[in-house]
């Protein structure tokens, strides 16, 4: 039976994805990012995954205010890199596992979650960022991805305590696919960052710091945390964190705290970085 390995969160600042594509990634203000993942890079090339089940937003590549799902997995063959304006990123084509994901969406919908089902999109630097943080810029991606959009662009987003019981229906759907497969779920997003208005550039240490041990060891507590108290800490974009619960959902109640990392700025957002295993 496939299996949920560990979990992975980690920000997806579009800049990182930049200063990687045109070979800036060596340059004194990137340096103390990149080396956070050095760590990253060693464990994932001993653990493997078969699959990753990632948890993004899309940033108006493939969604639109024509049409915003709230949550959408996506089933198709592959997924190719988004024009996010400047042209798509230089990643490989991300390579789907339709069998799973449709596996997935069956098993969430009738555990009563409702899902967007998704045969064609493109997916933009909420995918592909955390992708080149953990793997560098391979010729092809070493694994499987199972991309699943989660809307918080556009009000209402889903409540952190939604994300955190999808992750566990997600985890159940995974522990039904009657094939033996290792999967990981990425959570991504966040961390503190506002990108517009008055409090443009708000960062706070002191609340990434504090969910960041909450995620790990009291999730339940951060679940019921509510949307205003994202925006009035975190800033405007701070809600993103709801996606990283999902991932977390998706694990043992206790999990080993493999690796942390955070970092300020990164194109003015707080980068935090965790990977868990279950305990």
Request: glycine share 8%.
């Amino acid at each position: 039976m496939a299996s949920v390995t560990a979990g992975v969160a980690m920000s997806h600042v579009p800049a990182i994805g930049a200063a990687l594509d045109n070979g800036r990634s060596a340059d004194s203000y990137w340096v103390p990012l990149f080396s956070g993942f050095e760590y990253s890079k060693r464990w994932i090339a001993t653990n493997p995954p078969d699959v990753i089940f990632l948890v993004f937003n899309d940033h108006a590549s493939a969604f639109s205010l024509e049409m915003i799902p709230t949550f959408a997995i996506g089933c198709a063959e592959s997924f190719s890199p988004a024009d996010e304006g400047w042209g798509p990123r230089p990643v490989p084509t991300v390579v789907g596992y339709p069998e799973l994901a449709g596996h997935i969406a069956q098993s969430v919908i009738q555990q009563d979650f409702d899902l967007t089902i998704v045969n064609r999109m493109d997916v933009d630097h909420g995918l592909t960022v955390p992708l080149s943080l953990m793997f560098g810029q391979p010729q092809q991606w070493p694994c499987r991805v199972i991309p699943f959009a989660v809307n918080v662009i556009q009000y209402p987003p889903p409540s952190g305590q939604r994300c955190f019981q999808i992750g566990k229906a997600i985890r159940r759907a995974i522990d039904s696919f009657d094939q033996d497969l290792t999967v990981q779920v990425w959570g991504t997003g966040g961390m503190s960052h506002q990108l517009q208005g008055p409090r443009a550039g708000l960062i706070n240490k002191e609340f990434d710091r504090r969910f960041l041990d909450g995620l790990v060891s009291d999730p339940e507590t951060i679940a019921r945390m509510p949307h205003i108290e994202y925006i009035r800490e975190a800033g405007s974009e701070g809600v993103e964190l709801v996606m990283w619960l999902i991932m977390r959902g998706a694990l043992a109640p206790d999990v080993r705290e493999i690796h942390r990392f955070y970092h300020v700025p990164a194109s003015n957002t707080a980068v935090g970085h965790l990977i868990l295993e279950n305990a």
